[in-house]
């Protein structure tokens, strides 16, 4: 009896990552664009922006949403918004790439093959990154995918996801105050600021100067080529100036401050309004 061929149904692996990294403010970007997403979205989709490093790790450093429509059978995506938003980012770290993609909501949906399969056109073995923001099991879930190609033969059936390891960048610790200068605080300090390092300049021209410091070109040609730069002002035109900016800034903190509080009070009446 002739040995009859069969043909193998197998799983071809899409993704050479083995693991991926996100950053913290990448989540918490995420989780903005979600409380600011249209009443009637149900999730959030974005591009994930970030490197490959040599051993494979994807590490996902910056996000951006791009706007959807979505049904039970298509996704559609607004793909210009997306090339858009790709090439002002770009222009700012150009080594930032597209990685992968992400949604909102707790694990893969049917749709997500879909936007998978676009995105496997923009760049060869995107990560699919979920993040669980209706916190469905007491905490936020936040998991990484890559996709596997089921074939049969040479035919290609189906993707299906499979969950890879993903880790948080560490974060440098910095020491924390008790209170975040307003604007009129953190001008004030600025200016004690720069009027102490006016100081130290005063003080070095004059060591200089009586010879209890020996001179330095590169310094002397410095301090030429900026005070050149300052425009020649009469002390009184000087004063008016300042005084001028002073009052455009006051009107500014003024304007900002009754903003917020009709902010807070349309808040609190809305509040209101539904409780009634």
């Not at 730069?229 to 401050?257: C, E, H, I, R």
Request: glycine fraction near 6%; proline fraction near 4%.
């Amino acid at each position: 009896m002739a040995a009859s061929e069969h043909t193998v149904l197998q799983f071809t692996p899409s993704s050479a990552s083995l693991s991926a990294r996100v950053h913290p403010l990448v989540i918490f970007n995420i989780c903005d664009c979600y409380v600011r997403r249209p009443d009637q979205a149900e999730r959030v989709i974005g591009t994930l922006l970030g490197s490959v490093s040599s051993d494979g790790t994807v590490e996902i450093r910056n996000s951006y949403a791009v706007p959807h429509n979505e049904s039970s059978d298509q996704v559609a995506l607004d793909i210009e918004y997306h090339h858009n938003m790709l090439a002002s980012h770009q222009k700012v770290n150009p080594k930032e790439v597209i990685v992968g993609w992400y949604s909102t909501g707790l694990g893969v949906t049917g749709g997500s093959a879909l936007i998978h399969e676009f995105y496997s056109r923009e760049v060869p073995n995107p990560v699919h990154l979920t993040v669980d923001t209706g916190f469905r099991n007491g905490q936020g879930t936040i998991k990484a995918y890559v996709s596997f190609i089921l074939s049969l033969g040479d035919r290609h059936l189906a993707a299906q996801f499979q969950e890879i390891p993903l880790d948080l960048f560490d974060i440098v610790k910095t020491r924390t105050i008790d209170k975040l200068p307003n604007d009129l605080e953190g001008m004030e300090a600025s200016m004690e600021r720069l009027l102490a390092l006016i100081d130290d300049v005063y003080k070095y021209v004059d060591n200089v100067v009586d010879g209890h410091v020996d001179p330095d070109n590169s310094i002397g040609r410095f301090l030429s080529e900026t005070v050149s730069t300052l425009p020649k002002l009469s002390p009184s035109a000087l004063d008016k100036l300042v005084n001028n900016s002073l009052q455009d800034n006051l009107l500014l903190l003024y304007l900002s401050s009754i903003t917020r509080t009709q902010l807070s009070l349309a808040e609190k009446l809305n509040t209101a309004a539904q409780i009634l």
